[in-house]
């Protein structure tokens, strides 16, 4: 994907994920979706620096940067939504485009896509970007509303209630 898909799958996911983490709609709402939107967009244009050195989708395009990125707010205490917007850059072009990233490099060079993806100057490009954000905001629905009641429900189990 370029640009225009990243930062559009930012914004879209940021807008989602606000709503699913405060879906009154009001001013709150939109506060939640301007603090989870900067760093995400910011994330999701990061891995394309890779661009101006270095090899592109390999370089920055790998999972020690992502890991990076997840390990960075425990350690210094900001960036804490940075790395979703990584994260959504490489499934982004793991889904969405046809070439795929380097997902273990500089282990292996060996690129990893898959088959729903389109070329860069497709003009379906925004299409699938729309479809590969949506995904991603039913596996983030996911995440907030049923991960915990399983967890909870789990837990009741183990103890025995």
Known sequence: MNKKGHVLNAVLLSIGLGYLLV??????????????????????????????????RKTLHNLPILL????????????????????????????????????????????YGLPTGVTVSSKRADFVTAVVTVGELALAAVVVFELPQFAFELGRQLVGL
């Open 23 to 56: 879906p009154v709609g009001d001013l709150e709402t939109f506060k939640t979706i301007l603090m989870i939107g900067v760093p995400v967009t910011l994330g999701a244009l990061f891995p394309d620096v890779d661009t101006a050195f270095g090899k592109h």
């Open 68 to 111: 990076g990125f997840v390990a960075f707010p425990y350690v210094f205490g900001n960036l804490e939504y940075v790395w979703i917007g990584v994260l959504t850059h490489y499934v982004l072009d793991v889904a969405g485009s046809k070439r795929g990233i380097a997902l273990f490099y500089p282990i292996s060079k060996q690129e």
